[in-house]
């Protein structure tokens, strides 16, 4: 039985292969009828799912090219972001930016618009300079920053091939010290909101929607700059290390306390050391354009009773623009309001369209590897180029090999 991460979907597939070379992913795909891409399962719902072939690209061999001259590397689809970044930082060079977790498989990260923070920061597929797509058919295909399949193949949900490799933009190595600040009153993060997300170069507020404040905020700057104020919007200077849920202990969280470290064991808030194998947690994401960040978070306050018995932490963190057509950040710069969830979906679904509902107004878009109701016809209208995706993904893969229940509706043109 092949499950995701957190256990929630049991994949339909009927074999799980692991191809071992390019040439061997160009036959597998050309020969099945139906299949999907799995990478390392860390979506909540049924994207990567298949009654085919699942494939895996684990085992293809992990490699990590770094080009000086164009400032990029190129690596292997199936590896982790954690494989690669402590090379790259060794090598001079960092990523602009990290998720959460560095377990996830860069692409299928990338593949679904995942995120860190950081109002400058645009989504991870956001570094991505070309990658190698193998189509429906068979055919290796390299798609470049400029050629017209680009800005489609990025975000490109598993939906137009298989990515057996992407190159990424790098910038030179850089530190970063994390400060968390407790009990931010929720009026004054309203009022402070810009100026909040803006003092670090990636910041996350943190909410259980218990009482009427961000329980924590972590705010990650570039190191060297002035000490942090022990009071700051009516928050206070953290008095040890925190876990993002409260109660929960902070040993597997990134260093904090303003200890200056490598971008690559800061961004991610928890540590590359310790591999979480499966979560006992949901999760759901919603984008709105940042300038409707106010409004959306006292939209979401109307819902708190309803959300914070079936919650864990919410997140709120910020995006750059881009114009990757899947990205939720195409064409506007935006705030994400996420939600860890307790493991129990039928208490959590309701919830989630009473959001969809209270966010309605903000043109929410829902995060392609999470939980959300929100229908097809709708999802469409908050994505504007959902339908020339779905015209590109029928052009390069006419017979739906790699269409399945949760991506057909989005993809008939
Ligand atoms: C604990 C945890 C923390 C998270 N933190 C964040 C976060 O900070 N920010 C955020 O935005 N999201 C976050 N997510 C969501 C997660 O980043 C996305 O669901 C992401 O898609 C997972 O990547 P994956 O490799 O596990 O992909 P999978 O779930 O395995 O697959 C997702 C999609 O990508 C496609 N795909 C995978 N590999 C390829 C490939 N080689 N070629 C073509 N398509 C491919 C699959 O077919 C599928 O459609 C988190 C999830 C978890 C469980």
Request: hydrophobic fraction near 45%; charged fraction near 20%; include cysteine.
């Amino acid at each position: 039985m092949i499950t995701n991460w957190a256990g929630n979907v049991t994949f339909s597939a009927r074999r799980l292969r692991r191809p071992t070379s390019i040439a061997e992913v160009r036959e597998l795909v050309a020969d099945a009828d139906k299949l999907r891409v799995l990478g390392s399962g860390h979506s909540f719902n049924t994207i990567a799912d298949t009654t085919g072939d699942l494939i895996s690209l684990a085992d293809l061999p992990p490699v990590v090219s770094l080009d000086e001259r164009r400032g990029t590397v190129t690596v292997s689809a199936g590896l982790r972001y954690g494989e690669v970044v402590p090379q790259l930082h060794a090598a001079g060079y960092a990523l602009h930016n990290l998720g959460s977790l560095p377990h996830i498989s860069i692409a299928g990260a990338c593949a679904t618009g995942t995120h860190g923070s950081g109002v400058g920061n645009g989504t991870l597929a956001s570094a991505v300079v070309a990658l190698d797509l193998v189509t429906a058919d068979g055919d290796l295909r390299t798609i470049s920053h400029g050629d017209e399949l680009f800005p489609a193949a990025v975000v490109g949900l598993g939906a137009l091939g298989v990515v057996t490799s992407l190159t990424l933009a790098l910038r030179p190595t850089f530190d970063v010290a994390q400060y968390v600040y407790d009990d931010l009153p929720y009026a004054a993060a309203l009022d402070g909101f810009d100026a909040i997300m803006t003092s670090g170069y990636s910041v996350s507020l943190f909410t259980d929607w218990a009482g009427p404040r961000f329980n924590q905020v972590w705010v990650k700057r570039l190191a060297g700059g002035e000490p942090p104020q022990e009071h700051w919007h009516g928050a206070t200077l953290a008095d040890g290390p925190r876990h993002p849920v409260p109660g929960m202990s902070a040993e597997h969280c990134t260093a904090q306390m303003g200890v200056p470290g490598p971008w690559h064991a800061r961004l991610p808030h928890f540590r590359l050391e310790f591999t979480p194998s499966s979560g006992e947690e949901l999760q759901s994401e919603y984008f709105v354009p940042r300038d409707q960040a106010v409004p959306g978070l006292a939209a979401l306050d109307g819902l708190r009773d309803r959300i914070a018995p079936v919650l864990q932490i919410s997140e709120v963190r910020t995006i750059a623009a881009d114009d990757l057509w899947l990205s939720p950040s195409y064409g506007r710069d935006t705030v994400a309001f996420h939600f860890t969830w307790v493991k129990d979906t039928e208490a959590v679904l309701p919830v989630l369209e009473e959001i969809e509902a209270a966010l309605a107004p903000f043109g929410a878009r829902p995060h392609w590897g999470k939980l959300f109701t929100m229908p097809a016809e709708v999802v469409a209208t908050r994505y504007p180029r959902l339908a020339d995706f779905a015209s590109v993904a029928t052009h390069l893969d006419p017979t739906a090999k790699l269409h399945n229940p949760f991506l057909t509706p989005y993809l008939q043109a």
